[in-house]
């Protein structure tokens, strides 16, 4: 159980084009989702914690207006990467928290890996 | 707000050797700990987690120890195998509400048979 479900796996696209990547909790629900980004041998810093129904919160130094994120429903959070630049390329992972799991751990999906060319 | 530190950042140990890696927190409101073991490209996966309430914690051939006093936690993988060889991260977090992790800059660990 707890699957979490990261669509695309891979996106290839050009400087100025805007990615939206597709978070989804397969068998639970999660009000609270979290979107990470990953640059290569570094650490997970946390870009965004998604609330269903409510606007993101973001982490300090993360442009709000650069990472859109909606959290529409209690099972689907998107990350839409705005006019995308080389910069922006990275591995992008999301996270859930099952609701009214205060104690539950997060479930991550797989992972998109952006290239911006 | 929080601030994880994580060493060795790489080690290498033979098989059936012990591997310890180290993470120190500065941020006395939490109280879970969560290690994940990420191998390239994937997700990262939880292998054990430890609440504050818990000194040690132990799954097979991983343990946790937690240190509150001292603010720091460790991971024990004792009869190390070559699939263990992946990059380890430690993190810290508050129990209830939203729960963001803060995640250390990860240890790679290699075991060579």
């Known amino acids: 159980g707890a699957v979490v479900s990261q669509h695309p796996s891979r996106v290839i696209c050009k400087s100025g084009t805007s990615v939206k990547i597709e978070c989804r909790s397969l068998?639970?629900?999660?009000?609270?989702m979290f979107w990470y980004r990953q640059f290569p041998k570094q650490s997970l810093m946390l870009m965004a914690t998604?609330?269903?129904?409510?606007?993101?919160?973001?982490e300090q130094g993360v442009e709000k207006d650069k990472f859109l994120i909606n959290h529409a429903s209690l099972t689907l959070s998107t990350l839409t990467v705005t006019s995308a630049h080389p910069e922006d390329s990275s591995f992008y992972i999301c996270?859930?928290?099952?609701?009214?799991?205060?104690?539950?751990?997060?479930?991550f999906g797989d992972g998109t890996r952006l290239s911006i060319l | 707000g929080e601030n994880v530190e994580q060493h060795p950042s790489t080690l290498s140990v033979q098989e059936g050797d012990s591997a310890v890696i180290k993470c120190t927190y500065s941020d006395s409101a939490s109280n879970y700990f969560p290690w994940y073991k990420q191998e390239l490209g994937k997700r990262p996966q939880l292998i054990i987690d430890?609440?504050?309430?818990?000194g040690e914690k132990k799954d097979q051939r991983i343990a946790v120890t937690l240190n509150k006093t001292a603010k720091h936690f460790s991971l024990h993988i004792t009869e190390t195998q070559p699939e263990d060889s992946a990059v380890y991260f430690c993190?810290?977090?508050?129990?209830?509400?939203?729960?963001?992790?803060?995640f250390g800059t990860g240890t790679r660990l290699l075991v060579s048979p």
């Open positions: 993190a810290a977090s508050i129990l209830g509400g939203f729960q963001k992790l803060v």
């Open positions: 996270s859930a928290k099952i609701t009214g799991g205060a104690e539950q751990p997060q479930h």
């Open positions: 068998d639970f629900q999660a009000t609270t």
């Open positions: 998604s609330n269903e129904g409510s606007k993101a919160t973001y």
């Open positions: 430890i609440r504050s309430n818990v």
